[in-house]
């Protein structure tokens, strides 16, 4: 065996009782019988060679003053929350989500709710529920001025058409043959003007004054004054009939009520006053300018007693007026004067007094429900501008004399015109 065998046997050998420190590692080295220190050297090259990797030379192993020494980089690591403090905020993102899609739904729901008018005060403050009803009350106004701006111009537009409760009168020279006329159509007359105001005073509360007026030129050139009131009268002794008397004495006496309220000149050219059911108004009035206006009515007049005429309680009245188309015994007049036509209704009926009890006697409440229309017709007449509106002036105060009249043979205080 040669040298090198000798050696490597010599290697692997398990040295006894000896200790050798080599590459910072404690080795235990050989002391037998025939230890050297060659042996020793030699062994413990070759355990070192062992633990040295393949590509490092027995040379590399030791630091070289030549090369420079390398630097370990540190790795950075980034810190790692918590689960729980994930989860934590995870919550609160999705509670405040919550918390918003609540705050939504409520909103939706007291929306539905008001439209409805089902809306509790339990679901906002009153600011906020004040706002919402302010702009839905907003909302109904406006509705309601488009529908009466409609209702406006289709009455501005078709009056020149046929108006309420207005019926084509023809009359002929002969009075008999005016009369039979005249009464066949009383019956007629009286009932649409009832229902027509039965129909215009519904959902209105009777007990309480309304008024309401509407002045407007219609495409011919005509001006027009439609009037709509309900007088509730208090106190009156004599009830329906007491009232309706009063009617009856007003229009017999228009010609000195209108002298007497507008200072103009009234004459009343007819002569038929035999008749209470029927009676014909031919009327006749110089304006201060000199300008002359006709009229030529007919009165429908009709008082029921019904079950008990006690307190009126059971009664009403009902009056109808409407102008002549044609009259041969009393043409109108188109190159003198100016003509004025009115249409117009009246019920005068008991109505239930809101303060009545069973502890109190309320006098009863007599309620005279009334619709007019007054139409001045348009003229070629050379009349001036400053004339004409005196006219229409004229036309305005005649409206509320007539009631006026009828208060003061009542006893009651006149209202203003």
């Known amino acids: 065996m040669d040298a090198f065998h000798d050696t490597k046997a010599n290697a692997y050998q398990q040295p006894q009782h000896a200790l050798m420190v080599v590459d910072n590692r404690q080795l235990q080295v050989w002391n037998g019988p025939n230890w050297s220190p060659h042996h020793a050297t030699t062994w413990a090259d070759s355990v070192v060679g062992q633990y040295t990797p393949a590509t490092r030379s027995p040379s590399s192993s030791a630091s070289s003053p030549q090369e420079p020494e390398r630097t370990k980089r540190k790795r950075v690591f980034k810190k790692r929350k918590a689960t729980h403090t994930i989860r934590k905020e995870q919550k609160t993102v999705l509670e405040k989500e919550i918390d918003a899609l609540q705050a939504k739904l409520e909103d939706i729901k007291f929306q539905a ?41 289709h009455t501005q537009h078709q009056m020149s058409g046929v108006r309420p409760m207005e019926t084509k009168i023809c009359l002929s020279a002969d009075r008999v043959e005016r009369r039979t006329v005249l009464h066949a159509l009383r019956a007629t007359k009286l009932r649409e ?3 027509f105001l039965q129909a215009r005073c ?26 709509f009131e309900i007088i509730p009268l208090h106190g009156v002794k004599g009830g329906i009939r007491a009232v309706f008397d009063a009617v009856l004495q007003a229009a017999f006496n228009v010609e000195i009520i ?85 249409t117009g209704a009246m019920v005068v009926s008991y109505v239930d007094s809101a303060k009545k009890n069973e502890k109190t006697e309320e ?16 003229t070629g007449l050379n ?19 007539f009631l006026n009249c009828v208060r003061q043979t009542l006893g009651l205080p006149v209202n203003p015109t």
């Open 202 to 227: 519904c959902g209105i509360k009777q007990t309480t004054p309304y008024f309401q007026e509407e002045r407007y030129e219609t495409a011919e050139g005509d001006f027009c004054i439609t009037r």
């Open 258 to 342: 209108i002298s007497e309220t507008s200072g103009n000149i009234t004459v009343r050219e007819d002569d038929d006053m035999n008749d209470d059911c029927v009676s014909q108004m031919r009327l006749v009035s110089e304006t201060d300018r000199g300008v002359l206006l006709e009229n030529n009515l007919v009165h429908f007049v009709e008082y029921s007693r019904g079950e008990s005429e006690q307190n009126g309680k059971r009664c009403f009245a009902v009056t109808a007026t409407d102008f002549v188309d044609k009259d041969a015994l009393y043409p109108y007049r188109p190159l003198e004067r100016v003509r004025r036509d009115a």
């Open 363 to 378: 006098d009863p409440v007599i309620v005279i429900t009334r619709w007019s229309c007054a139409r001045i017709r348009h």
């Open 193 to 195: 003007a009832n229902r």
């Open 113 to 153: 709710l008001v439209q409805h008018g089902e809306a509790p005060k339990s679901y906002h403050d009153q600011a906020v529920e004040n706002a919402v009803l302010r702009e839905s009350i907003q909302d109904q106004h406006l509705v309601m001025a488009q529908m009466r701006a409609l209702l406006s111009g």
């Open 383 to 401: 009349i001036s501008h400053e004339a004409m509106l005196d006219i229409r002036n004229s036309a305005i105060r005649s409206q509320g004399t």
